[in-house]
């Protein structure tokens, strides 16, 4: 007989017919004469229970049945007397696939917290908390996909080995076959680079974007969305060292159009959640987060506040609030200023514009007071900075001023800088974190939580 997922199990036409179903044991309980077992596939949130009459099996036969083993069952789908439950199934076969010895599986024990589970990452994809988040990503990825090719975007995949340093923030994981024991070294003393594989230092990428513009200005619009890796040493609840990020790129688009997009874009996605992955969200928010629903729904339908660095930076100012850094113009803004704004000024997501350019990126557009730039970070609750974009700088004379002042070697971005010689056009776009967005869908509140293998400092196990 064909397996049925336990997702498919409900629908009202099954009943009534045998089914074959496999899946991990959550739990068994009952007496001498019939016996439960809650089975779980990973296809749903939902559990569904098998019954065992007693006088059909042995105990000797239940006995391998405790909590996380694995089995194969058939019997008949019923209508269920119990409360919750639509459907259960009236076992007539049973195989053990594996067993899960009480004694030493991990799980066995109902109610883990999230950093205990931390330490057992290989394992926790089986508790229903984790099953849940993964659907959600999953179905959040396959949104970004939709919504993009929907509107007539080409995917466009970057390298994640490169020479170049997009962000500038030098925090890069170097990439090389040298033996570290053995360097070879120049005349100067100097690692000689010449003999490493790619005949010179690479590393691996902090962002799709600057081979995103190469792609952006050949076939109009195009998004990435890949694996990037950040070497800061920063262990907040909102950085990974390797984090996924969608990185849109638009030619013929100005920062309006950039901003328009980046809303209808996280709204998209919220709402796709909301609609396809209803059953976990509802279980995350009963468990960890009973406003998470209300949330969601709000944010998918007010408008975000548009608003300046400058006037942001006021209202922070002018707030009366004690802040751990302090806040003036030209401050970099933390995740505390970038809160009042969103969850106690404007009870709202905020997009902050137009930030000053020694904090931003050299390829941001300058703006004609000489002292911003067209810059964009779309501010959420809870989350802080959930994307951060710009206008890119699209005048050669400009640019090649920028990338002189900031002294980045300039050898590194020749190629770049041929996309404004060779028909530069006005074009903007911006990098969403993924698992920012998965921590806000999913109510949870560390980042570790919503990736399967987490990447932070010290800890690469699984
Ligand atoms: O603001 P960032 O650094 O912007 C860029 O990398 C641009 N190249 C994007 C672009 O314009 N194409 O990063 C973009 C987003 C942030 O807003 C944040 O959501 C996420 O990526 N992010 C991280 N997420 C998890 N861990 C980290 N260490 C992150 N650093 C950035
Ligand atoms: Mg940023």
Redesign the pocket.
């Known amino acids: 007989m064909k397996r049925t997922k336990i997702v498919d199990l409900f629908a009202p036409e099954k009943l009534g017919h045998e089914v074959s179903v496999m899946g991990w044991v959550r739990t068994r309980r009952g007496n001498k004469h019939v016996q439960f077992v809650a089975l779980n596939d990973g296809s749903t949130i939902k559990n569904v229970q098998i019954v065992f009459d007693m006088s059909q099996f042995t105990d000797e036969q239940l006995k391998p049945i405790t909590t996380g083993a694995s089995i194969h069952v058939t019997g008949l789908l019923v209508e269920s007397m119990g409360k919750g439950q639509t459907a259960e199934i009236q076992a007539k076969t049973l195989e053990i696939f594996g067993t899960a010895d009480p004694e030493t599986y991990p799980l066995q024990k109902k109610g883990h917290t999230l950093e205990f589970l931390r330490e057992k990452a290989h394992l926790r994809p089986r508790t229903n908390t984790f099953g849940a988040i993964l659907r959600v990503r999953s179905a959040l990825a396959f949104a970004i996909h939709k919504f993009f090719n929907e509107r007539g975007f080409f995917y466009l995949n970057t390298p994640l080995i490169t020479a170049s340093d997009?962000?500038g923030?030098g925090a890069m994981f170097q990439v090389t076959t040298l033996n570290l024991n053995d360097l070879p070294k120049d005349e100067s003393g100097k690692v000689d680079y010449s003999a490493d594989f790619f005949g010179k230092p690479t590393a691996l990428t902090?962002?799709?974007?600057?081979e995103?513009e190469l792609g952006a200005t050949a076939i109009g619009q195009i998004y990435?969305f890949g694996p990037?890796f950040?070497a800061?040493n920063?262990n907040t609840p909102?950085?990974?060292?390797e984090?996924w990020?969608i990185?849109?790129?638009m030619a013929f688009y100005d920062i309006t159009d950039n901003m328009d997009l980046a809303e209808e874009f996280v709204k998209y996605c919220i709402g796709y959640a909301l609609d396809n992955a209803k059953d976990d969200i509802e279980f995350l928010a009963q468990m960890y987060d009973p406003e998470l629903i209300e949330r969601l729904k709000f944010v998918v339908s007010n408008d975000f506040v548009r608003l300046t660095y400058t006037e942001g930076v006021k209202i922070l100012e002018e707030s009366g609030r004690k802040f751990e850094f302090p806040v003036y113009w030209g401050a970099d803004l933390q995740s505390e200023h970038e809160r009042y704004l969103v969850e106690e000024h404007f009870r709202k997501p905020v997009i902050l514009t137009d930030y000053p350019k020694e904090i931003k990126?050299f390829?941001m557009k300058q703006n004609d007071d000489g002292k911003t730039v067209r810059a964009m970070?779309?501010l959420f609750p809870k989350?802080g900075?959930?994307?951060?974009?710009?206008e890119r700088e699209e005048n050669y004379d400009k640019l090649l001023t920028r990338i002189n002042e900031l002294e980045i070697p300039m050898k590194d971005m020749w190629w770049y800088l041929d996309t404004r010689r060779f028909g530069t056009v006005p074009h903007a776009?911006?990098?969403?974190?993924?698992?920012?967005?998965v921590l806000f869908v999913t109510g949870m509140t560390n980042?570790r939580d919503v990736i399967p293998f987490p990447r932070t400092p010290n800890n690469a196990e699984f």
């Open positions: 997009c962000e923030a902090v962002s799709g974007q600057l995103g990435t990037t950040r800061e920063s909102r950085h990974l060292s984090f990020m990185e849109p790129e990126a390829y970070d779309v989350i900075e959930i994307i951060g974009g710009s776009g911006f990098g969403l974190g993924f698992e920012r967005l980042i």
